[in-house]
Antibody, heavy 121, light 107 residues
Framework: QVQLQESGPGLVKPSQTLSLTCTVSGGSISSGNYYWNWIRQPAGKGLEWIGRIYTSGSTNDNPSLKSRVTISVDMSKNQVSLKLSSVTAADTAVYYC?????????????WGRGTLVTVSS | EIVLTQSPGTLSLSPGEGATLSCRASQSVRSYLAWYQQKPGQAPRLLIYDASNRATGIPARFSGSGSGTDFTLTISSLEPEDFALYYCQQRSSWPWTFGQGTKVEIK
């Protein structure tokens, strides 16, 4: 079955760019009407939706993160990427990738296990 | 953005009891609301979509209701594995938002 796995540096310095990858296994990232999302969760807090991308490259994002977010897809590698620039301690969180699709009525029906990113000098 | 407010923050119940969780939206989200369950150290799992539809593989003891601004997740009889955090989420308008969560704990 399809699985998602997030990866990337666990520690990022303030003002730098956080870069994460979500690898899709067990299926093609471009098959079906799939959207690929990033969500984050600071320790002990709730969930914040960051944005999503369709395999065509079209995106939706969260204005609260202003222009710091870039989400991209690499179909040759079956990966989705997240870049978050100018990070601060407030960006410390577990970052999840997740899928939504027409058959789940565009709700998040498959999630990765998440990866913890700490912003600290 | 639409703010989702969940109540109560914590629900202390015993196995076998019923649970009623509430999610209120700051403006109408029609029926575009989902419920997720999250256990410690795990990713959230989709339980209910479009306010009242159970996701694949979700037991019948979970049910959702509501539309507009007021929604309810009901667990008819709590099983030990149901003690967890529950979040609501709306997809009615951008950006998608989540509630702050309700913890269902063992009394």
């Amino acid at each position: 079955q399809v699985q998602l796995q997030e990866s990337g540096p666990g520690l990022v310095k303030p003002s730098q760019t956080l870069s994460l990858t979500c690898t899709v296994s067990g299926g093609s990232i471009s098959s079906g009407n799939y959207y690929w999302n990033w969500i984050r969760q600071p320790a002990g807090k709730g969930l914040e939706w960051i944005g999503r991308i369709y395999t065509s490259g079209s995106t939706n994002d969260n204005p609260s993160l202003k222009s710091r977010v870039t989400i991209s897809v690499d179909m040759s590698k079956n990966q989705v990427s997240l870049k978050l620039s100018s990070v601060t301690a407030a960006d410390t969180a577990v970052y999840y990738c997740a899928r939504d699709q027409v058959s789940s009525m565009y709700y998040l029906d498959l999630w990765g296990r998440g990866t913890l990113v700490t912003v600290s000098s | 953005e639409i703010v989702l407010t969940q109540s109560p923050g914590t629900l202390s119940l015993s196995p076998g009891e019923g649970a009623t969780l509430s999610c209120r939206a700051s403006q109408s989200v029609r029926s575009y609301l989902a419920w997720y369950q999250q256990k410690p150290g795990q990713a959230p799992r989709l339980l209910i979509y479009d306010a009242s539809n159970r996701a694949t593989g979700i037991p019948a003891r979970f049910s959702g209701s509501g539309s507009g601004t007021d929604f309810t997740l009901t667990i008819s009889s709590l099983e030990p594995e149901d003690f967890a955090l529950y979040y609501c989420q709306q997809r009615s308008s951008w950006p998608w938002t989540f509630g702050q969560g309700t913890k269902v704990e063992i009394k």
